[in-house]
């Protein structure tokens, strides 16, 4: 009798791991056990904060005084937070593609990249770069 408990616990044991392994093969390799939309924030928050340390590095060390070195540095501030966005989007779109059952199965199924958390997040380096702007351009 003991050893029919002892077989009937591995079957349950191996029940939940099959029903575990099932759930991790659908999501993505990278947080699987995240919800997309902080998996989303987390990869659109280093592509922002990657933007504003070069926004930083740009305005603090100035190439030269004249306006067109001024307008350089504002166009440089003004682009690298799209180019964020940009970089985002691409990086979700390779990072956070299922194991299996995704796009290739099912054409219908699109990955959530949450566009407007995205662009709140990358486009508000744009914030901080304008203050500093005033300070050193």
């Not at 054409?107 to 005033?134: D, E, F, H, Y």
Request: hydrophobic fraction near 50%; include cysteine; aromatic fraction near 8%.
């Amino acid at each position: 009798m003991a050893e029919v408990a002892v077989a009937s616990g591995e079957v349950d044991t191996a029940a939940v791991d099959l029903d575990q392994a099932w759930f991790l093969a659908h999501r993505p390799a990278l947080l699987p056990r995240w919800r997309a939309d902080e998996r989303n924030g987390l990869i659109y928050g280093i592509a922002a904060l990657i933007s504003l340390i070069i926004q930083v590095l740009v305005l603090v060390n100035p190439a030269g005084t004249g306006f067109t070195d001024r307008l350089w540095g504002y166009l440089i501030c003004l682009v690298l937070p799209l180019a964020a966005f940009g970089v985002g989007w691409l990086a979700i779109g390779t990072v956070s593609r299922p194991r299996l059952g995704g796009e290739e199965a099912n054409p219908l199924v699109k990955l959530p990249r949450n566009p407007r958390l995205g662009m709140t997040i990358c486009l508000s380096t744009w914030v901080v770069s304008c203050a500093l702007g005033n300070f050193y351009l």
